[in-house]
């Protein structure tokens, strides 16, 4: 994900955002390489820094996402842990399937 991408969900008021990948902007030799290249600081968490324009929450490494069903209308809660000190921390994602 993009800048560009996160800010189009992001305008359509989705304001959580989940992924089964490590991570949810570009692969991290990815962004080193395009920043190496160019020198330009947004190529470095584009995904990430939307956040700080519009309010949302991303989560990332979730897991057994194929067990869900293929709808778009699953309620979805996010239990945060509590991190003392940090910017960001784990949630326990809880999928309400009727």
């Known amino acids: 994900m993009g800048a560009e991408a996160t800010n189009h969900l992001v305008e359509r008021d989705i304001r959580v955002i989940g992924t089964d990948t490590y991570g949810f902007d570009k692969p991290f030799s990815a962004m080193g390489d395009r920043f190496a290249e160019t020198g330009d600081r ?13 309010e949302y929450f991303q989560i990332e490494k979730m897991g057994s996402l194929d067990a ?26 809880v999928a309400f399937i009727e």
């Open 42 to 54: 947004s190529e470095l968490w584009p995904a990430h820094f939307t956040g700080r324009e519009v």
């Open 68 to 93: 869900l069903p293929r709808r778009t209308d699953i309620p979805l809660v996010t239990f945060p842990i509590k991190i003392i000190g940090a910017s960001a921390g784990s949630v326990r994602p």
